[in-house]
């Protein structure tokens, strides 16, 4: 047995002054910074600027922003204004779907009650309500997940489980346990041998900066690897299984995640090796069946791309021509027949319509 992983709440109320504060996620790992949301404005730039990111956190920052916004009414309750303020949040970010599903589950909430003293209280007990969800979904996940590295570790006693991740799908993109560090921070407190490959994920580093950070803190084992190194660890048996996490699942299983994902899959079909997609049930999209087709994809700043950032911020380095174009694609698809399974929080399914409908069966 290892000591209990530390676990992270990047969002919460500050209960004296009634306001919302978040980690700012941009100052990792060289400084730990809060910051305060008083508004709708504040809100969508802290979710557009990635000082809050990933996918859970983004749906209940979104949520969050519905009760900013109702503490600002200054139109007597008019439902045009709350609509118009949930539009704006929701065209944030494009790529996960769970802004637009924790911002659309706030409306319905506070749309029931006329008072608009009671649409604040209603805002602040559901917002809350969907992060301890969301806490309590990644838990879940980390149960689920636990058995497949465990069934790993049977069959090497003695050595690491290699798991290789992409991006942050931590505690700071989710609440407390992340969605695919949950399986992996279950096995490090049971006392499993276990080593993760961290990648860097450029542009923005989350690998590297944040997940790395996470991992620390905890003493899990874990190497910060380029994001090109992957292919070559697992033609080389250096990788036993891959979890990611996700932005937008649908549910007949292709996953939207930080871009460089397909890449590591690819690679993982090719050498044998198991892919998992660790979410949340508030991560699928109901909708859409041909995620390469219809998941909107991201589309960032080329300036990310073209100078790496250092700390403190204003030592950004330029890494290419000054006059060479660049472009910044945040996300990709993951088709789902490289996708081996979803652990999800009600439990494990291989990643087609037929079993994600039966692991969720209202939604038929
Ligand atoms: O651009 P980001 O940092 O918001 O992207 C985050 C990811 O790609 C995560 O893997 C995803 O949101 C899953 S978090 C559980």
Not at 218 to 227: A, C, E, K, L
Not at 289 to 318: C, F, Q
Request: proline fraction near 5%; glycine fraction near 6%.
């Amino acid at each position: 047995m290892n000591k209990a992983c530390e676990r992270f709440r990047p969002i919460w109320i500050d209960h004296q002054s009634d306001v919302v504060k978040v980690i700012d996620q941009r100052a990792l790992p060289h400084e730990q910074i809060d910051m305060e949301l008083n508004s709708v404005e504040q809100v969508i730039f802290a979710i557009k600027e990635m000082v809050v990111r990933g996918a859970p956190l983004i749906g209940v920052t979104g949520a969050y922003g519905i009760f900013v916004a109702l503490k600002n009414d200054k139109y007597n309750g008019d439902e045009t204004y709350i609509k118009n303020e949930a539009k704006k949040i929701i065209n944030a970010r494009p790529t996960a779907v769970n802004l637009s599903w924790g911002v659309n589950r706030m409306l319905t909430a506070v749309l029931s009650e006329k008072n608009s003293f009671q649409r604040v209280d209603i805002a602040r007990q559901v917002a809350g309500e969907i992060a301890e969800e969301e806490v309590e979904n990644s838990k879940n996940i980390g149960q689920h997940g636990v058995k497949l590295i465990e069934e790993i570790a049977r069959e090497k006693p003695g050595k690491p489980v290699n798991i290789l991740t992409h991006c942050n799908a931590g505690s700071l993109a989710c609440i407390e346990y992340g969605t695919a560090t949950a399986p992996i921070y279950a096995a490090w407190e049971m006392g499993i041998n276990v080593h993760v490959w961290v990648d860097e994920t450029r542009p923005l580093n989350q690998g590297a900066r944040l997940t790395a950070w996470e991992l620390g803190k905890s003493g899990v084992p874990h190497t910060v690897i380029t994001d090109n190194a992957g292919g070559h660890l697992m033609q080389h048996n250096m990788v036993d299984m891959v979890i990611v996490g996700t932005d937008r699942s649908t549910y007949t299983g292709d996953v939207a995640n930080k871009i460089g994902t397909y890449l590591k899959a690819l690679a993982a079909k090719d050498n044998n090796i198991p892919f998992y997609v660790a979410l949340p049930s508030s991560t699928f999209d109901w909708t859409i069946r041909d995620g390469v087709a219809d998941i909107p994809i991201e589309v960032r700043d080329p300036d990310e791309v073209r100078y790496i950032p250092g700390a403190p911020k204003s030592h950004d380095h330029l890494l290419m021509p000054e006059n060479s174009p660049a472009a910044n694609y945040a996300f990709d698809v993951t088709p789902a027949r490289l996708v081996t399974a979803f652990i999800t929080e009600r439990g494990v399914c291989r990643a087609n319509e037929a079993d994600v409908k039966q692991l969720f069966p209202e939604k038929k």
